[in-house]
């Protein structure tokens, strides 16, 4: 089960998502974005105004939504628009969410689950190779600087000013870095790439040769 996933983690915007997609498609693995599912409880908290910090009522959402959507998981739930997930009170919210223990465990038993059924599978999001995984068989750790990271998020989303995605990235980055529980950092055994001065083909290269080399 766990010899088929790859593990892809790393802070904000650090390019998770296009390396993600295309491994899976050199690859013909199914893709994950966790990330999604604690976006999706956060936005369901905001409409429903529930303060994101109250964990018993946050992870008594969590309950109610993974149960509505028994037959479509939450994971990949389409229910929900991604600019929608996207939006800033969202980013905002989502750390707080994602520091709730009771939720993480929640969302963790989802994924694993999932992978069952998807035995070749590329999951991005923060904690995959240290804590939802740890045996998975390839693990990478993305990165770049905070600048970089804003600047990329500002060209692909033409959103906002890029002081307030600067904002944004690094808020989110010491918030999933600074939490108890599985907090965002390296696995010993991912391979770090630090992306700062590289192309997405030569970011590719890098993951397409490591995924090759474990076979
Ligand atoms: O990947 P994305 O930026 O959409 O993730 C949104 C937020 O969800 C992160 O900032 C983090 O707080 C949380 N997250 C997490 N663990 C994951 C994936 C995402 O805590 N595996």
């Not at 790393?10 to 050199?26: E, F, M, Q, R, V």
């Not at 529930?50 to 946050?58: F, K, R, S, T």
């Amino acid at each position: 089960l766990f010899g088929t996933v790859v593990a892809v983690d790393g802070p904000a915007a650090a390019g998770k998502t296009t390396t993600c997609l295309a491994l899976a498609k050199t690859f013909g693995l199914r893709y994950l974005e966790s990330g999604r599912t604690y976006r999706i409880i956060a936005f369901e908290a905001l409409q429903r105004e529930i303060p994101v910090d109250n964990a018993p009522e946050i992870t008594g959402l969590c309950d109610e939504l993974i149960e509505e959507s028994r037959s479509t998981s939450l994971l990949t739930s389409e229910r929900y628009a991604s600019a929608a997930l996207r939006r800033t009170p969202v980013n905002v919210a989502v750390s707080a969410v994602a520091r709730i223990a009771d939720v993480r465990q929640r969302v963790t038993s989802l994924i694993r689950l999932w992978a069952t059924t998807h035995d070749h599978c590329v999951i991005e999001g923060r904690d995959i190779g240290t804590t939802v995984f740890p045996r998975a068989a390839v693990k990478f750790y993305l990165t770049a600087t905070p600048e970089v990271r804003a600047m990329r998020r500002l060209t692909q989303e033409r959103a906002e000013s890029y002081e307030n995605v600067l904002r944004d990235v690094t808020r989110r980055d010491d918030a999933d870095m600074s939490r108890k529980t599985s907090p965002l950092l390296p696995a010993a055994d991912a391979l770090t790439i630090d992306t700062s001065d590289l192309t997405v083909e030569q970011v590719l290269d890098r993951m397409s040769s490591t995924c090759r080399s474990r076979g």
